[in-house]
């Protein structure tokens, strides 16, 4: 490949990179603006009203929602008082509420939390009927308690500016040690993992009062902004002051001409009322250079990394690899089996390549869980995902096989072709891949199972691979040997010298995916001690190494083939570079060339073998 190729590759690489990592940034260093307010009127009766953190100062709460924090023991006294303490993981709560518009998602929680735990769980009533609320009390150790809206301000009934969430987080924080705040959508996997979490919390790793989008890195469950973990401390408390005093303050949690919807990168306007209000707490008191604010952050650019670079391996190969395509079916020198099975695997990667963009946007919140199209997208962004690589990993097979078949039964293919062996092996693999996408999608397949399913796949194939060279090797020499062997022994003989040169095109390729599957796995090793517990990190680590490796496969085969064909890599250069020729070939000279090429081919192989 020319240098300006190069150089042009590595452009596209570098804007890709920098794009993304620019949309990524999550730098809160000018979020803040601050207010000049006077000391004296923070105070009310000695309780301090006012935000002040470094030179921010906010703006003082109303005195008469002083008797709020006394009611949740959130008044400065009490939260000096206080003293953080260690919890068993039968000590936490689980706490979540609904109305009756949302009970069915509920129901469908309060059944998968008394499946996995035993601990207590406490259900506030937002507005359920007598129905619903007689069908709760029959599910043990969970407790009812009707909201009372009749002691807050008017603004709390409207259940879209959230405010009744602050108000029972800091009535469950006055009651108990430490406890889960949940919505109706929420499912929690695993126990070890859990306890894990908690023991983090408890050594003073982890902050005791942690947000959805930090909590979704080390526990998994569906939708990472509607779940809350508080631990009883000095630091939870205090963050929670002002999130109840900007709940029940309407300027400040549902302020005039708020809008729900956020871009991204977030642009002025939007409010997410709750979230919004916890997210600004949370960078106040552990800001992201902090110990406990870097320790849950930035865990996702290196699989943005890694799409911005297999993105730009795509773009490269999708120009290189379909100019060799065309040019195979135009000379109809090479298998065709072979070339259906190359076809198929990039039509159906470029399939997959789109549904994971879907995955992408919500990952980096372009696509929010409150959009409408937010779940069905990612679920079957998630399933095409996951059936490409199951299908490219056993294409790994089937090219294997398809060259097995082309070496034992070996036939002159621009005679007898026999596209039936491409297409059956075609709709076998879908056919498996879906099967196998499906139980993915249903079972919870951890880590190891996925690494170990991608190496199976390599192992065979390789096995294939060597098997069908040290035939086709047979196969020559045995040919080589017997002069006699056939009247078709000179067709014979170019089929297997093709087909050898395509075993070892193969075999470099595949020995690049099986290099890049070992060093996956000694990082998601590495991975298991240094990230040890963030299961949603290592499923993710896991899923990217496994598409870097059928990117690895997929473009080595375009890189290879290009760099093993002259006249393609020829014919590429004058299509994409711009390298004129006057003698630019029509197809029929195309053809013609190519006839004279192969009939030369045989003259050499006739003095080669004293035939002629």
């Not at 949370?282 to 650019?301: A, C, D, L, V």
């Not at 299908?391 to 007898?416: H, K, N, P, S, W």
């Not at 690895?552 to 006249?567: D, E, Q, R, T």
Request: hydrophobic letters at 45%; a neutral charge.
């Amino acid at each position: 490949m020319s240098r300006n190729w190069w150089l042009l590759t590595l452009s596209f690489a570098l804007i890709f990179s920098f794009y993304f990592l620019f949309i990524y940034d999550e730098s809160y260093d000018d979020w803040s603006v601050t207010v000049k307010q006077d000391l004296k009127e923070c105070q009310c009766f000695g309780e301090t009203l006012c935000l002040q953190k470094d030179d921010l100062v906010g703006q003082a709460f109303d005195c008469s929602l002083r008797k709020f924090l006394h009611q949740f023991q959130l008044n400065d006294y009490a939260i000096k008082k206080t003293e953080a303490s260690n919890f068993s993981f039968d000590d936490v709560i689980f706490v979540t509420y609904s109305s009756s518009n949302h009970f069915a998602e509920s129901r469908q929680m309060i059944v998968d939390l008394r499946e996995k735990f035993t601990n207590r769980i406490i259900y506030y009533d937002l507005g359920l009927t007598h129905t619903e609320r007689k069908e709760l009390t029959r599910v043990c150790n969970l407790e009812i308690r009707a909201f009372d809206f009749d002691a807050f301000p008017e603004h709390v009934r409207n259940l879209h500016t959230y405010a009744f969430k602050p108000i029972i987080q800091a009535e469950m924080l006055s009651e108990n040690v430490a406890f889960w705040i949940a919505d109706s959508s929420v499912q929690f996997r695993d126990r070890l993992m859990l306890q894990n979490f908690y023991d983090d919390v408890m050594s003073g790793k982890a902050p005791d009062y942690m947000i959805g989008e930090i909590v979704t890195k080390e526990v998994p469950y569906t939708h990472p902004a509607s779940v809350l973990f508080l631990r009883k401390s000095q630091e939870s408390k205090r963050l929670l002051k002002w999130l109840l005093l900007c709940a029940i303050t309407e300027k400040c949690i549902a302020p005039k001409r708020a809008y729900y919807f956020c871009s991204s990168p977030p642009k002025l306007g939007c409010h997410r009322f709750d979230q919004s209000a916890t997210s600004i707490l949370f960078r106040t008191f552990h800001p992201p250079n902090s110990t406990k604010g870097f320790y849950y952050q930035n865990i996702y650019p290196l699989i943005i990394l890694i799409y911005v670079i297999e993105f730009s391996a795509l773009f490269v190969s999708a120009l290189s690899f379909w100019v060799c395509v065309g040019e195979f079916w135009k000379h109809t020198i090479f298998h065709i089996n072979f070339t259906i099975l190359l076809t198929s695997i990039f039509a159906f990667y470029y399939t997959s390549i789109v549904s994971r963009v879907f995955i992408f946007a919500a990952q980096i919140n372009v696509l929010t869980s409150d959009n409408p199209l937010y779940l069905p997208l990612v679920i079957v962004g998630s399933f095409f995902r996951i059936e490409c690589l199951i299908y490219a990993l056993l294409l790994m097979i089937a090219i294997a096989i398809e060259r097995g078949f082309a070496t034992v039964y070996v036939r002159d293919y621009e005679r007898f072709q026999q596209k039936h062996h491409s297409i059956c092996l075609v709709i076998l693999g879908k056919v498996i891949s879906t099967i196998l996408a499906i139980v993915c999608m249903i079972v919870d397949i951890s880590g190891e199972l996925m690494t170990l399913f991608a190496l199976i796949p390599c192992i065979i194939a390789a096995v294939i691979f060597i098997l069908t060279a040290l035939w086709n090797w047979y196969y020559l020499r045995k040919i080589g040997n017997d002069l006699h062997y056939g009247e078709y022994s000179l067709s014979l003989r170019f089929q297997l010298e093709e087909n050898w040169r395509v075993l070892k095109l193969l075999a470099l390729s595949s020995l690049n995916s099986m290099m890049m599957l070992i060093g996956g796995m000694a990082i998601y090793g590495i991975s298991l001690t240094v990230l040890s517990g963030n299961v949603e990190l290592l499923q993710n680590t896991v899923l990217a190494l496994l598409d870097m490796l059928v990117a690895v496969f997929i473009n080595s085969l375009a890189f290879i083939f290009l760099w093993a064909f002259p006249h393609f890599r020829n014919q590429f250069q004058r299509w994409f570079f711009c390298r004129r020729k006057v003698d630019t070939e029509t197809i029929h000279d195309t053809k013609n060339r190519a006839s004279i090429d192969t009939e030369a081919y045989f003259s050499q192989l006739q003095k080669l073998w004293a035939l002629s």
